[in-house]
């Protein structure tokens, strides 16, 4: 929770001094994330892309569900192919 206030608060500076009109911010699954950012004022809204969380794997010992579920992905990762 300390690092989303500290992460809010430094957005809102940064986007005053840049005069940004929206932040935008990207995270899967995570509920006290959430709540923590709804109190902040951010409201969720539809991804306005189709973005799918594709996952393959080359080795049989890989557990591709227990992968999904505990990788923490931004808007970043979604140039990485």
């Known amino acids: 929770?300390?690092?989303?206030?500290?992460?809010?608060?430094?957005?809102?500076?940064?986007?005053?001094?840049?005069?940004?009109t929206n932040l935008e911010l990207w995270f899967g699954g995570d509920p006290a994330a959430e709540r923590t950012l709804e109190q902040l004022s951010w409201a969720r809204r539809p991804c306005p892309q189709d973005m799918l969380l594709v996952a393959r794997r080359f080795d049989s010992r890989v557990d591709l569900d227990r992968m999904q579920r505990s990788f923490y992905l931004t808007m970043g990762?979604?140039?990485?192919?």
């Open 1 to 20: 929770t300390g690092a989303l206030v500290a992460i809010d608060r430094a957005l809102g500076r940064l986007a005053r001094h840049l005069s940004c």
């Open 77 to 81: 990762d979604s140039d990485l192919v």
